[in-house]
């Protein structure tokens, strides 16, 4: 029998996959009573991941589809290449890093090849491959099961590896930004692994596109006061501008186009 964090995960992929779900249809699926299904449903609407509805819910236009790395190659890709050099002017030489799994992140990576000394620990394979054409730089795996759909590794083995490293910096890509519930992901084993992530290191350094500013995925990382560094697109609104500058988070914004 699922867990009920399982279940409402289930319950949120199965509304966006259907557009709309009803009360009885949730409670036949998941043989449970209609009352346990209404709670289901009223914390995930105010978590903003579904929107009620009279019997049921739809889809919340505000939770982010999920991509698979070779469909998010294809999103935003000029910009990302230039995130990606603007987040290698803030890595050092000597530095000791933890770098995320995703493709804007592995524009990071890209541009980290000139750097010297680096030591990289990540639990993404497509950002491992890149690294590894470095001669210069110190790489390491986290370790763990394999996710194929985001090319990157996760799992308990993974988060324990953690608390034994110390790292200058970490840096993180999202699919998510939302003033209230901070920067979010799809996958929950990888929201542990991100949250242990920024546990080891002395700076957490989020990088994204504008266009996930206010979305939510359904699992939280950590909240937007707990951001050191913000590295983004032109393009973010002013409301998240104005809210990050309140908490004091170092903001990097490239122009576009």
Not at 38 to 59: C, F, H, P, Y
Not at 63 to 86: A, F, P, R, W
């Amino acid at each position: 029998m699922l867990s009920t964090i399982e279940r409402r995960h289930e319950i949120v992929l199965l509304t966006e996959k259907q557009g709309n779900v009803s009360v009885k249809q949730l409670a036949d699926t998941f043989n449970i009573s209609t009352v346990s299904i209404r709670n289901d449903l009223n914390e995930l609407n105010k978590l903003g991941l579904i929107v009620r509805s009279r019997g049921g819910a739809v889809t919340s236009n505000r939770l982010t589809k999920e991509l698979s790395i070779k469909e998010k190659h294809k999103t935003n890709h000029k910009i990302k290449k230039k995130l990606g050099q603007v987040v290698a002017q803030l890595i050092n030489d000597g530095d000791a890093i933890i770098l995320d799994s995703g493709t804007t992140t592995e524009e990071v990576a890209i541009n980290l090849l000139a750097k010297k000394e680096l030591t990289v620990m990540t639990n993404g394979l497509n950002i491992a491959n890149e690294l590894s054409r470095s001669d210069s730089c110190d790489v390491f795996i986290t370790g763990g099961r394999l996710r194929r759909k985001s090319m990157s590794f996760y799992g308990a083995q993974a988060d324990e590896k953690l608390k034994y490293y110390n790292f200058s910096k970490v840096i993180l890509g999202v699919d998510g930004i939302d003033i209230d519930r901070g920067i979010s992901t799809h996958y929950e084993p990888e929201a542990t692994f991100n949250r242990a992530m920024c546990e080891s290191a002395q700076t957490i350094i989020v990088v994204t596109d504008s266009t996930k500013f206010g979305k939510r995925s359904l699992h939280s990382i950590v909240k937007l006061e707990s951001i050191d560094i913000l590295v983004t697109d032109s393009n973010i609104p002013k409301i998240f501008v104005d809210e990050l500058e309140r908490l004091n988070v170092e903001l990097h914004i490239v122009e576009v186009e």
